[in-house]
């Protein structure tokens, strides 16, 4: 305003905003943020987001828009209820009513009942006069999300374990003790997961970067440190997938149950140590591949087995890394997670199912140009050292090929939205490709703040946990078994996504989502 000239004047204001919005997107907190308590709201002034001028804190509320404005400024059509008032209900209200629909149940007073419980519990959770801000149960940290719809910190309500119980010994998802407020982002992540498991990935994620510090130094020890840590995450995952996989992993399965509070108590103390009880005889089968209904022949041919050798002995030497072989096939995953059936005929499946995946549910109407061959070739070339720079596994976590295992390798897009003429193809885990959803990429650090923050409290996680002895009358009685048990049908998880909107999410569909 010095100068007089309103041109000179709205050009500074522009790359004012500019840069104020830029570290909004990189996950500070607006400036304009408030972070008043009870008794600082009587004395403290802000800038109505409508106006401009000083008003006391106590007398702004949240407009239409979304900004916090003066009482001049708030008409009655201008003024919306608080973030906690607004989401929450409609969010419970919609899982609610998506569970009674899928158990064939009508809507009567106990749905109401649920749906209140619920709310009231959740409720308790935020911080904030105005709602905005919150306690993140998956840290205990405070989060406070920049005004942007779809930020990766905005809050959501996750259910925590596969299921809680109602009043009437119904299974139900979304019940008001099986409930917490976690940002969006790692309600993505965790998906059907156990939350013990995501206790196990900010651990890995705070000693992965410490590792990846001392190898940056030089340390040498550090390399052997850090196979040790991936070796410890795999077979952990095998583990809480195997206890995961005793209840159903569809959500209407789940809800079709009759459970008593001693039967669902025995199961919580498995979903929270990730062990199973003492003396558990249990076996389970660990599908990566799907045989049902199909004739088991090799679908290489003679000149593609040669074609698929003679590249792989390429990128051995280029590398210098010898891959192990089994029945003459390469095998690219952790070698402690690897398949006993691996060989010829069952990559065939494998790269096909994947192709078949991209094809339908991923590229959708655009045109694919891989075939099998090209997708199994792209599976090895990614998982060598000399490429980690480029596709590194974007939590470093290792790669297996189990259903429903939060290590499965997945075939992702390496940049969403865009179409590389390279090569837009990216091989990671399905942890990390749910984490990413389809943030931008200046999000990702904060991606990977709230992930090395994980520490669940221990009513969640508790590897400590002394179990009771196995009993068998507690058990659920059903065979462990995938086969029945597919993701085909790919249903939502994190509450706050309407369901419409989830089957858009690339992120989630069974294209990236391979388990």
Not at 438 to 456: C, F, Q, W
Request: with cysteine.
């Amino acid at each position: 305003m010095a100068t007089g000239d309103i041109l000179q004047t709205w050009i500074v204001l522009a790359r004012e905003v500019d840069a104020t919005n830029r570290r909004i997107r990189n996950g500070e907190p607006s400036p304009g943020t408030c972070h008043c308590d009870t008794a600082s709201r009587l004395v403290n002034f802000h800038i109505c987001g409508q106006c401009g001028k000083d008003s006391l804190c106590q007398d702004m509320d949240q407009h239409v828009y979304g900004y916090r404005a003066c009482p001049s400024c708030i008409s009655s059509s201008g003024k919306l209820p608080s973030a906690v008032e607004r989401t929450i209900p409609e969010s419970v209200t919609r899982a609610v009513y998506i569970e009674f629909k899928l158990s064939h149940l009508p809507r009567n007073q106990h749905t109401k009942d649920l749906i209140s419980t619920a709310i009231l519990s959740l409720k308790d959770q935020t911080t904030g006069h105005s709602g905005t801000s919150y306690v993140n149960a998956f840290s205990g940290k405070q989060e406070i999300p920049p005004a942007e719809t779809c930020h990766c910190l905005m809050f959501s309500i996750d259910a925590v374990f596969p299921f809680g119980r109602d009043q009437q010994g119904n299974a139900r998802v979304h019940v008001a003790d099986n409930l917490c407020i976690i940002p969006i982002a790692l309600n993505y992540c965790k998906h059907t997961s156990l939350p013990v498991f995501m206790n196990a990935l900010g651990q890995f994620r705070r000693e992965y970067e410490e590792l990846e510090q001392r190898i940056k130094d030089g340390n040498g020890s550090a390399l052997h440190q850090l196979a040790a840590l991936q070796c410890d995450i795999v077979k952990k995952c095998r583990q809480y997938t195997d206890i995961r996989t005793k209840v159903p992993y569809r959500k209407d399965h789940r809800m079709r149950m009759k459970i008593h509070s001693k039967q669902l108590e025995y199961l919580k103390e498995e979903w929270v140590s990730g062990k199973l009880h003492p003396g558990s005889q249990q076996q389970f089968i660990r599908r990566w591949i799907r045989t049902s209904g199909k004739r088991i022949t090799c679908g290489w041919s003679t000149s593609q087995r040669a074609t698929i050798t003679r590249i792989v002995c390429e990128i051995e030497e280029w590398t210098g890394i010898q891959l192990p072989k089994y029945d003459g096939c390469p095998y690219f995953a952790h070698e402690g997670a690897r398949p006993e059936n691996w060989s010829w005929v069952t990559t065939y499946i494998l790269a096909d199912e994947r192709l078949q995946r991209m094809t339908t549910a991923c590229n959708r109407k655009w045109p694919t140009i891989d075939n099998a061959m090209t997708i199994f070739l792209e599976m090895i070339f990614q998982n060598k050292m000399k490429l980690q720079g480029e596709y590194r596994e974007f939590l470093g976590l290792p790669l297996v090929l189990d259903y429903h295992n939060p290590l499965c390798l997945v075939v992702a897009h390496k940049i969403h939205d865009r179409i590389n003429e390279n090569n837009n193809i990216l091989i990671e885990s399905r942890t990390s490709n749910f984490l990413k959803w389809e943030y931008p990429a200046n999000v990702y650090p904060t991606l990977k703040r709230i992930v090395s923050g994980l520490h669940l409290p221990k009513t969640y996680a508790n590897e400590d946990l002394i179990l009771s002895r196995y009993d068998a009358s507690l058990e659920l009685g059903r065979v462990v078994d995938y086969e029945g048990d597919m993701d085909d049908e790919w249903e939502p998880e994190a509450v706050g996504v309407r369901e419409d909107e989830a089957h858009d999410m690339e992120a989630w569909v069974p294209s990236d989502s391979d388990d």
